[in-house]
């Protein structure tokens, strides 16, 4: 990787923010122990192809992704905590290329001969799969950020709000920059089992219309064009959940914005 580095700046800078979004993770306490994980998509940024590529650890994906053949990715490794990622990214996230028609692919880590200490995410499947959709439909976006925010898990555990609707009406309702910054809103996906098949097609279907997905009692993904970008979208949602639970904690019901408010908000900043 270090020859990589070496001659792409782009790369080194993606490098840089990548650690400036794990250590704001952990100081927002959305990063406990070993939790959340970022994926870049860096094609762009690789300047040369690695020497002896065939020499590094070869990995056989459980699903074929075709539309991501020969693409690279930097991806955060499982077991890592997002602090230390913060302090030293090159030991808790590596460079991935997909190859053999998306079906496999090789870690381009420090160690060559076959010998890597290093293992993607454990929601590798769940990021391949939405960066396929984001290939599918030709878009822009090139981050995942999944992450853990307290408030928005809690809100999850609350049962009438276990409706997407109600959930995002909620959100809108708190605050006004809600809606400007995220109008279409959150996709929500049921409490599934982490790490399956299953869970990252439900993620996927719900990317189709919506920027950021939450997990039922477990966390939530962003996707975005740039990493501070996908950071502001969690972080204006965990804003609203946060206004909500103090109104409560203060034993009052938040009133909320009402919908005129908000189809005003929407007329006043051209949000169809």
């Not at 001659?7 to 993606?14: D, F, H, I, M």
């Not at 028609?101 to 076959?114: D, M, P």
């Not at 984001?134 to 925010?149: D, G, L, N, Q, V």
């Not at 975005?224 to 970008?229: A, I, K, M, P, Q």
Request: charged fraction near 25%.
């Amino acid at each position: 990787m270090n020859d990589i580095l070496k001659s792409s700046q782009g790369l080194r800078t993606v490098i840089f923010d990548v650690s400036k979004i794990g250590d704001f993770l952990w100081k927002a306490g959305w990063a406990e122990r070993n939790a959340g994980n970022i994926t870049v998509r860096v094609d762009e940024f690789v300047d040369q192809e690695p020497r002896d590529l065939a020499d590094y650890p070869l990995f056989t994906l459980n699903e074929f992704y075709p539309e991501l053949n020969d693409a690279y990715f930097l991806v955060t490794g499982t077991g890592k905590r997002m602090r230390d990622l913060a302090r030293d990214p090159l030991k808790n996230a590596a460079l991935i290329k997909i190859i053999s028609a998306g079906s496999e692919y090789r870690i381009i880590c420090e160690n060559q001969q076959g010998v890597c200490d290093f293992r993607p995410t454990s929601e590798l499947p769940t990021h391949l799969a939405i960066h396929r959709l984001i290939a599918k439909r030709k878009s822009e976006e090139k981050i995942i950020i999944h992450t853990h925010p307290t408030e928005l898990i809690a809100m999850t555990q609350i049962a009438e709000l276990s409706d997407e609707h109600k959930f995002n009406s909620l959100l809108y309702g708190m605050h006004p920059e809600t809606i400007l910054v995220i109008p279409d809103g959150v996709g929500l996906v049921k409490y599934e089992t982490p790490g399956t098949q299953h869970i990252a097609l439900q993620t996927v279907d719900k990317f189709k219309d919506h920027a950021v997905v939450v997990w039922e009692k477990h966390g939530c993904f962003a996707i975005g064009r740039d990493l501070e970008e996908t950071f502001d979208l969690i972080d204006v949602l965990v804003k609203s959940a946060k206004i909500f639970f103090q109104v409560k904690s203060a034993g009052y019901h938040p009133e909320g914005l009402r919908t005129e408010q908000l189809l005003d908000l929407k007329r006043a900043y051209g949000i169809d």
